[in-house]
């Protein structure tokens, strides 16, 4: 089989270098615009439970994949200026460009050919292979082409992010609520490699329009966000990647295939960041297409079945737990006056598939102090 992969992200990467590993005499080929050293952004996490799947259906690459990961074991929220760990959640972290070059060296050991700098404007030339694998992330632009075909929707969601690094390491997966003059800012932060953490800071655009932020270029917006964190930062700066302020797109799409056409990954649904599993949700695509042209090698249309069968329930359910996670940080307002413990309480079971008993188990202290001052609560 000839298959062509437009985008060189996790997704892309990942179902290339799984083809070509179990179909050696198949020629795979990544299209990807950008350089090789080149990606947005700073360090991406995933949490052990997301990181299960492939655990389990690749025991060597998880080794491989995580050898360089830096883990913690509780994540802590900060409210007042009080911090509040929560334990029994574990997490591990990586540069996202650390995670893309440790996936082309698998892809090229497998014998991928991976075509950096390469930007596809146009399918039709590519469309002539057997597959085309369309992993060209959030604001796919095939997608867009082919838009009466796969017929997706979007949800603009209201509040602004910037994606900044730091040279002072969390530990802890850490979220930071500050208060200020004009509202609340929040920080997303967590140590990916032994000299950098993420701070990904968020707010609501009514906040940021009455800081001024709307009319700041992107050295003032750091430097003021810089002054917010200031006690969180420990006289570190932050540092930019083209970080500049942008609002979460959630992508869905009626039809998940086309003709000879697939989508995956970022391009096929986004999930929201403040849940950190967009790059598991791609890679468990990767892993379910794959599965899907393993038991149907001549049959495309089975594969893509099979691939839809396994995926489109625990995508949808993802995005609605997503919905409700964004929901609660839009409203983080309504939640200031409650004490650290309650406010980190009510964080934890935003979503609402964490139940008072899972929290239990999780981390039993978090949970007596809870109820020292609340008592039992419905789970
Ligand atoms: C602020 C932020 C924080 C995040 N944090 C986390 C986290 O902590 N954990 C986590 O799991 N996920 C996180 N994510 C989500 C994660 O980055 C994405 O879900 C993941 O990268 C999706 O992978 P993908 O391969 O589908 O798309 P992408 O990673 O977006 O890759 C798409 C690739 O396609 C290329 N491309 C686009 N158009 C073309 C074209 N026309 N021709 C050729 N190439 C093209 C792009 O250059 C890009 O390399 C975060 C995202 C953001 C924005």
């Given at each position: 089989m000839d298959i062509n992969i437009v985008g060189g992200g996790p997704g892309g990467l990942f179902i290339s270098y799984l083809i070509k590993k179990r179909f050696p005499q198949w020629t795979v080929r990544v299209f990807e615009q950008?350089?090789?050293g080149a990606t947005y952004g700073w360090g991406v996490v995933f949490s052990d439970v997301a990181l299960s799947f492939l655990q389990k259906s690749d025991p060597a690459f998880f080794q491989r994949f995580t050898a360089d990961h830096v883990h913690s074991d509780y994540m802590e929220i900060v409210h007042r200026g009080v911090h509040v760990p929560i334990h029994g959640n574990r997490f591990s972290r990586v540069a996202r460009i650390a995670l893309l070059q440790f996936l082309h060296v698998e892809c090229r050991s497998a014998g991928v050919e991976l075509l950096f700098n390469t930007r596809v404007d146009d399918l039709r030339a590519l469309r002539q292979a057997d597959l085309v694998v369309v992993a060209?992330?959030?604001?796919s632009r095939i997608r867009t082409q082919h838009a009466q075909a796969f017929k997706p929707s979007f949800v603009q969601r209201r509040n602004k992010f910037a994606w900044y690094g730091t040279r002072?390491?969390?530990?802890a997966v850490s979220l930071i609520f500050r208060e200020t003059e004009f509202g609340v800012f929040i920080a997303h932060s967590y140590q990916y490699s032994d000299q950098m953490s993420t701070f990904l800071i968020e707010t609501d655009p009514e906040t940021w329009a009455r800081a001024g932020l709307g009319e700041m270029n992107d050295a003032d917006s750091r430097i003021f966000c810089e002054k917010v964190f200031a006690d969180d930062l420990d006289g570190n700066g932050l540092l930019s990647n083209k970080s500049t302020w942008f609002e979460a797109l959630t992508v869905k799409n009626e039809?998940?295939?086309?003709e000879n056409m697939v989508l995956i990954g970022d391009a096929l649904r986004s999930v929201h960041f403040?849940?950190?599993?967009g790059t598991r949700m791609a890679m468990e695509d990767s892993i379910a297409l794959h599965e899907g042209l393993c038991a149907h090698t001549t049959d495309l249309a089975a594969a893509f079945g099979h691939f839809e069968a396994s995926r489109r329930t625990a995508s949808d359910r993802f995005q609605q737990a997503a919905a409700k996670s964004l929901d609660w940080y839009e409203n983080v307002g309504d939640k200031r006056h409650l004490d650290p413990i309650a406010f980190t309480y009510d964080y934890m079971r935003r979503t609402g598939r964490v139940t008072h008993d899972d929290l239990r188990k999780r981390d039993p202290e978090f949970v007596r102090q809870y109820e020292l001052l609340y008592g039992e609560a419905v789970n």
């Open positions: 950008n350089d090789a060209d992330g959030v604001n002072k390491l969390f530990h039809n998940w295939h086309h403040s849940l950190g599993s």
